[in-house]
């Protein structure tokens, strides 16, 4: 085996047939070779696709580019583990369960992937929030109706390999496995979910929909199970909470019932969008279009914004989705949220970015009387807000980025991808104002870093609030077990340890893991 390097123009690197002729011709005639890797670089006016084979001497010699083998015994009638939640840290803990012979039962507040795109319906065209179906809650959690993308930077918490070949076992696309910034996208997520839920059921796990916890059941000083919709209790021997950030009733459940929480920094902004042409002519230096071979372009953005107090205050791009769409992302009624999403071919017309200030502790001493909730509840006004600004609906606050920063309210808005429609506004009536403050030097910053960003022809939409959870359920370092309720494994983006699809996935496992080691007498390989 040896690994070859093509440096390759983007129709030479995304025309199969093309690409196929230039890498049989490198690596030579009867030898085999597979991608192992796909980055596209725009350093230069000439962009260049580099692509990284692995060459073998022959086709049979060729290793399989995928060894994950999506086997799981019947655990019908074994030993069981509770896991609140369906997104992907319950999924992923809940095969890891299965993979060793414990039976998990999944409990979701929200609806199957399939009914649930009637809730997100009537969101955009209606208006309305189900509290308990909506772009955060339901099979698949938050990640399944957005840009489903797979970059992360936490390679040391777990096999991102491994969480990127189950996907691929459950339908998703090979070019996971190789491209840098790997994404599934919208449309193509709610099957690999159903598909991942599939091999829940089929190997004697249960997956409950419209079940939502509402009590804990603690038996002398750990957590056996759970109440569910007020009524029916479900038992196990341990439970993982992957609850997601947006779950603020669990949060608010655990400190009613005097079970340890923290509260912690996260980040509120705005969404900005841009027409995805102008960001491609930024990014790839074309003069008029990207053409036909390259993707549409992304971009990664921060600033240092001094404060009052000397320190410096971080303002990022977050969760940026070329070729995407904003949606409303309330989960419940009264409240404005928006996000992104993206669909696998990324072929809207549109860019969009959460742009976020960041919101430390020392930020919320107006919510002390909240205790650990104070974040939440910050959280909470400014979205409600918004939306009560803007009439009550899911009609969302939005202002040109240029008229922004010198304080115009806009006379027009441009065109949007978002479904329920905009309001011209003063956004500085909905941020607070150090958000706002920080919003306006970092566009001018983000300006010159980034020539034609800083332009009317982009406009912030608000508000981008749900970025992180306000809130950490605190675990012990090695056994991941929660520092005072034994029996509780805190997992995932809601108890404030993972930030993405994959790291989820992957603390879903390592708490699925943990579970095995210390109530299971499971050896984990």
């Not at 971080?314 to 995407?324: K, L, N």
Request: aromatic share 8%.
């Amino acid at each position: 085996m040896k690994k070859i390097e093509l440096k390759l123009r983007p129709e030479e690197a995304y025309d199969e047939e093309v690409f196929h002729q230039l890498a049989q011709k490198k690596v030579g005639k009867g030898a085999a070779y597979r991608i192992v890797k796909r980055s596209v670089d725009a350093r230069q006016s000439q962009v260049w696709v580099r692509v990284q084979l692995e060459r073998f001497p022959n086709e049979a010699a060729k290793t399989p580019l995928i060894s994950y083998k999506k086997y799981y015994p019947n655990v019908a009638s074994q030993k069981q583990v509770i896991i609140v939640g369906a997104g992907p840290a319950g999924l992923f803990a809940a095969l890891r369960l299965i993979e060793h012979n414990i039976k998990p039962i999944v409990i979701e507040r929200g609806k199957d992937v399939k009914a649930r795109r009637r809730d997100l319906a009537a969101i955009n065209k209606e208006h309305v929030v189900n509290p308990d179906s909506n772009y955060c809650f339901g099979e698949g959690g938050a990640g399944t109706y957005s840009d489903g993308k797979l970059y992360t930077r936490s390679k040391k918490r777990g096999d991102v390999q491994r969480i990127l070949e189950i996907f691929v076992a459950h339908g998703a696309r090979e070019e996971i496995l190789y491209d840098a910034h790997p994404h599934i996208g919208t449309n193509k997520l709610p099957k690999i979910v159903t598909e991942l839920r599939e091999s829940i059921l089929a190997s004697g796990g249960e997956v409950h929909f419209d079940s939502k916890v509402t009590d804990f059941i603690i038996e002398n000083g750990a957590l056996t199970g759970v109440k569910v919709n007020d009524d029916s209790a479900i038992k196990g021997d341990a439970v993982i909470l992957a609850t997601g950030h947006s779950a603020r009733d669990i949060f608010e459940l655990l400190d009613a019932t005097g079970i340890t929480i923290e509260e912690k920094p996260f980040a509120l902004g705005v969404r900005i969008e841009h027409p995805q042409n102008l960001i491609d002519r930024i990014q790839y230096h074309c003069e008029t279009d990207r053409g036909p071979y390259l993707p549409a372009s992304s971009y990664a953005l921060v600033n240092q914004v001094e404060t009052n107090n000397g320190k410096n205050r971080g303002v990022f791009s977050f969760c940026m989705c070329p070729g995407g769409f904003i949606v409303p992302a309330a989960t419940a009624p009264g409240e404005l949220v928006v996000n992104g999403m993206s669909p696998s071919r990324r072929d809207s017309k549109y860019a969009n970015s959460g742009m976020v200030v960041s919101v430390e502790l020392d930020d919320l001493q107006a919510y002390k009387q909240y205790g650990r909730l104070a974040g939440l509840q910050f959280q909470k006004e400014v979205e409600q807000k918004a939306c009560h600004i803007t009439g009550g609906g899911q009609t969302a606050p939005a202002q040109r980025m240029v008229d922004f920063v010198e304080g115009k309210v806009s006379t027009a808005l441009n065109d949007t991808s978002y479904q329920p429609g905009l309001m011209s506004m003063d956004m500085t009536q909905v941020l607070p104002e150090f958000i706002a403050k920080s919003l306006r030097k970092s566009f001018k910053a983000f300006g010159k870093k980034m020539k034609g960003y800083y332009t009317n022809e982009a406009q912030i939409i608000g508000v981008e609030s749900r970025t992180s959870s306000p809130v950490r359920i605190p675990r012990n370092k090695e056994s991941l077990e929660h520092v005072s309720l034994s029996r509780l494994y805190p997992c995932g983006e809601g108890a404030g340890y993972a930030g993405g699809i994959v790291s989820a996935a992957m603390d879903g496992e390592r708490c699925a893991e943990a579970v095995l080691m210390k109530y299971l007498n499971k050896q984990i390989l």
